[in-house]
């Protein structure tokens, strides 16, 4: 009997478990051995046509099932001390492309992103695959691999993202949280430019703003990769844009824009005025839906309700809502939940204790502290040098 053919598809199918680094270095040097063993006068991965292998083996092109491959993703590299060698080397980086620097805006979220303001490690063998997808909060990318082998890198330009986001749901896939690895042909049908090439070790690929990317391993390898913010009008646009886009389809923001943006305006001097201009509209917004907040709780419940102070710690992760997952900065509803005290936005809150009988209102910031803030940030005038006469 024939096989049926093997159809190309979008959605790029993975399963979940956990090991150490230890564990997964000898997996991948069994791997290699045992790739090595076979027949050398073939290569041992060949790229890719049509986002598919050129090469399929034959088990597969009998129809058997195919051999699971195992991709050791998002190994934390955050602990300064156990790494204190290794992150001592990135700082030889030019200032825009280290993992902490002054004008990195993902420096001054105050706390630990892992893999976005922290180094994550990736660990490879043939066929690895990082799925179609654009940063967190389209922020920048740095991604370093160390070898030995190659991966090869596709790339689409940030203007493209709605084309591919209706390529996705036409072919079943979710562009936000699902996992799709694009047919060439469609994208060329598409008329969508599509950036294409080898990684070598060594190579440090640069991510930029809303880069929609996707790459496999073709070789054995492990790469390092963080994500950094330039202090830009293009970058702070394209990072509010997705939040707001996020909301709109219940997707949660892992960098706190409105918590990021306060930070901004206390630690960083803006000389850009379209970017200071929407910094300043950011604080606006934000400004009035605490004010507004409070005034709604003083209406409706008067002396009834006890807002509460608790400061926020130096560290202390930015909030989200429990139920809807949107950032919930400064006025936290808090209730309890299977035990544990959980937060919510005021929306929520209301739709699941109207009246507020179960609910501990709680402040971060004085309203005054935050009024300060507002008026003090300035537009930053760089000075005007006299050319010599």
Known sequence: SLATPIKNVWKCESSRSYTTIAKYAQYQACSYHDMSKGDSNEPLVSSTVNGTSKKQSNHTSLGLSARTIKFGTNVDLS???????????????????????????LSHIGYTILGMNSVQLYMKVPGSRTPGHQENNNF????????????EWFGV?????????????????????????????DLHEAQVP???????????????????????????????????????????????????WNKLNSCKSIVPIVHLTWNIARNMRVSDRQLFELIKFILTQSLKYVQLTLLYLEEQFHDKLDIRKQLRTSDEPAHYCITCDCEVFNILFVTELDRKHVVRCLNCTLQN????????????????DLTSVYDQFQLSLLPILNSPT
Do not use: M
Request: with cysteine; net charge negative.
């Open 140 to 151: 920048c990318s740095v991604n370093i691999n160390i070898g030995p082998g190659d991966c």
């Open 353 to 368: 204790d109207k009246h507020l009988e179960n609910v501990v209102v709680l402040y971060q910031f004085p309203l005054d």
């Open 157 to 185: 330009a940030t203007e493209y993202w709605g084309v591919l986001n209706k390529l996705c749901e036409k072919n079943g896939v979710n562009f936000l949280v699902g996992s799709w690895w694009p047919i060439l042909d």
């Open 79 to 105: 602990d300064e001390q156990k790494w204190a060698i290794q992150l001592a080397e990135l700082n030889k980086l030019p200032l825009f492309l280290r993992v902490v620097s002054a004008g990195n805006l």
């Open 194 to 244: 599509v950036y294409r090439f080898i990684q070598k070790p060594g190579d440090l690929v640069f991510i930029n703003t809303g880069c929609v990317h996707w790459v496999q391993a073709i070789g054995w390898c492990n790469n390092i990769a963080w994500n950094v913010g330039p202090l830009t009008y293009n970058q702070y646009y394209a990072a509010i844009e997705r939040y707001e």
